[in-house]
């Protein structure tokens, strides 16, 4: 891939990163708030798109079997999540900085065998939490909470950390 591709992971790393400090600054409840139209609260959320970028990066790294954890009871802390995107965000970085366009990978995902560009879960990764983040931002701007600026312009006026 081209050297350019990590830079939008890094942004995906530092769109997320500072979205979660914005809710560890806003009231506990803010987790709790959901909107029509979303997926469901915004802990929820959250929760939903990590486990599916972890199983997005399992199938980039392995071809082992492909599944999705249920959502766990209790969600995990704000803080777990957080170190868990933490570690997401740099494997994510790696392998946008490494998979060629002709890398394919294997698997099997509910009894099916696969084959696929490698570049499809990792383009899915991107794109799952654009999404969601809109999700979440929806539900804050519903409910009167102020947002960071989560575009790719704030993160070049940041630096491109």
Do not use: C
């Amino acid at each position: 891939m081209t050297a350019a591709l990590p830079l939008l992971y890094r942004h995906h790393r530092w769109s997320w990163l500072t979205l979660f400090d914005a809710l560890a600054q806003s009231s506990p409840e803010s987790l709790t708030l959901t909107t029509p139209g979303v997926y469901g609260t915004v802990h929820e959320t959250i929760t939903h798109t990590l486990l599916n970028q972890r199983r997005f990066i399992g199938a980039i790294q392995s071809s082992a079997a492909v599944s999705l954890a249920g959502i766990p009871d209790p969600l995990p802390s704000l803080d777990d999540l957080r170190a868990h995107f933490v570690q997401d965000a740099e494997d994510l970085i790696a392998a946008a900085g490494t998979i060629a366009a002709e890398t394919k990978i294997t698997g099997s995902f509910r009894g099916q065998q696969f084959e696929m560009p490698a570049v499809i879960p990792l383009f899915q990764s991107y794109n799952h939490g654009v999404e969601h983040r809109t999700d979440i931002t929806t539900i804050l701007a519903a409910h009167g909470y102020e947002l960071p600026a989560l575009h790719v312009w704030a993160f070049l006026d940041a630096g491109m950390p």
